[in-house]
């Protein structure tokens, strides 16, 4: 077994798991203002499902063309440093959104997005591995849980936006002042992980790790599709008013938040495995309700059992990479992360395709096939 080097504590421990779920909390407003407010650019530009689709494709080639320099970058200067830079670029990139004008701008601005976005899951990731080696007890979940919850403020923020008719632009200033006030004070309370020999930048992932990444990759599916098309999907499926086409993402997020709050109790009493088995059948179960059923008390239901199902996969399979016996943690957490936020970014394209093909409706359903890829693959590997 490989051996990390040891943690050094210069601030203390309470410090920096607030810092650190600070950091997870502006990341997840900034995602979530973007998604709260994709139905408005659609309709504002004009573009069709299947137009979104292929605009959408901008943020994974952005998250490509990030990983070698993201890679790099940690082992030089230390997830600290790259985090704190990475999210100001973050949710200065989210206001270029607001400011596109037309597709070319946008599909930069979306490139730009997803690059900084993965830089930003790659380092406050690795703060959460190092955070939880100090704390020595599963943790994982509950920083997720902040992103979720940022999350769920943040759909509520463009709720309100929405019925408000305030536009884009304005909104993501907005949230743009709070992300940099907020990077601002946490940033003097991370860790500082820089090491003299991190190890190669480049390390290929054994058959254990690959596996979780797949699982994490199915998961992250369901859970990008949750940000990118539940809105439109309740505008044009569900057809709910203008001021309620918000409250499907609002419901997902507040049971996907929740969810991974009481994550680590319920992996501790009933196991890895049962827990993804659990987390999938929820996932394909809540979105064959959403395709059965588009009304919206009973779209809502779906909703919630995804956000649910999707709640725990993540940080679940991000402990268990930072466990791994053959690679260091941050190495570990790394590769599984990068598989698995592959299929949040490609999955809200893929479905915008499909759309334009066939309905809506109908990539949903391969979305919920998903959710039992899941349970199969939890229950074929060796966790």
């Not at 790659?122 to 994982?140: L, R």
């Not at 590769?335 to 949903?364: K, M, N, Q």
């Amino acid at each position: 077994m490989i051996n990390a080097p040891a943690v050094p504590i210069s601030t203390s421990k309470k410090a920096l798991r607030i810092a650190v779920g600070a950091m997870f909390f502006m990341a997840g407003l900034s995602f979530s203002s973007w998604a709260s407010r994709i139905a408005t650019v659609q309709q504002n530009m004009g573009l069709s499902d299947a137009a979104l689709g292929a605009v959408l494709f901008s943020l994974p080639v952005g998250l490509m063309c990030s990983l070698p320099f993201s890679g790099w970058v940690i082992t030089k200067i230390g997830s600290r440093k790259l985090l704190i830079s990475a999210l100001l670029v973050y949710a200065t990139a989210l206001v270029t959104l607001g400011l596109a004008q037309n597709t070319f701008q946008l599909i930069i601005c979306l490139v730009c997005f997803g690059f900084s976005s993965n830089a930003v899951n790659i380092s406050v990731n690795t703060q959460a591995v190092a955070t939880e080696e100090i704390y020595k007890k599963p943790i994982m979940a509950s920083f997720h849980g902040l992103w979720s919850l940022a999350g769920f403020v943040g759909a509520g923020i463009g709720t309100y936006m929405i019925g408000n008719n305030i536009d884009p632009f304005h909104h993501f200033l907005v949230m743009m002042a709070v992300i940099f006030t907020g990077v601002i004070i946490a940033a003097r309370y991370l860790k500082d992980d820089k090491v003299a020999n991190s190890g190669p930048v480049f390390v290929m992932p054994d058959s254990s790790l690959i596996k979780l990444g797949v699982i994490a990759f199915c998961s992250m599916i369901c859970e990008g599709a949750m940000f990118d098309w539940s809105v439109i999907y309740f505008k044009k499926v569900v057809l709910a008013p203008t001021a309620m086409v918000g409250l499907g993402f609002t419901t997902f997020m507040f049971t996907m938040a929740g969810g991974r709050f009481v994550a680590d109790w319920f992996a501790a009493k009933f196991g890895l495995k049962r827990t993804l088995q659990v987390s999938g059948s929820l996932t394909a179960i809540g979105l064959l309700i959403a395709v059965a059923f588009p009304y919206i008390y009973t779209a809502m239901a779906g909703f919630l059992l995804v956000g649910a199902g999707v709640s725990s996969v993540v940080p679940m399979v991000f402990s268990a990479a930072g466990k791994s016996k053959t690679m260091l943690p941050g190495v570990a957490l790394a590769a599984v992360s990068t598989i698995g936020f592959l299929g949040f970014l490609v999955g809200p394209p893929v479905i915008g395709f499909i759309a334009g093909i066939a309905t809506l409706r109908a990539s949903f359903v391969l979305i919920a096939l998903m959710g039992v890829s899941v349970v199969v693959v939890s229950t074929k590997a060796k966790i």
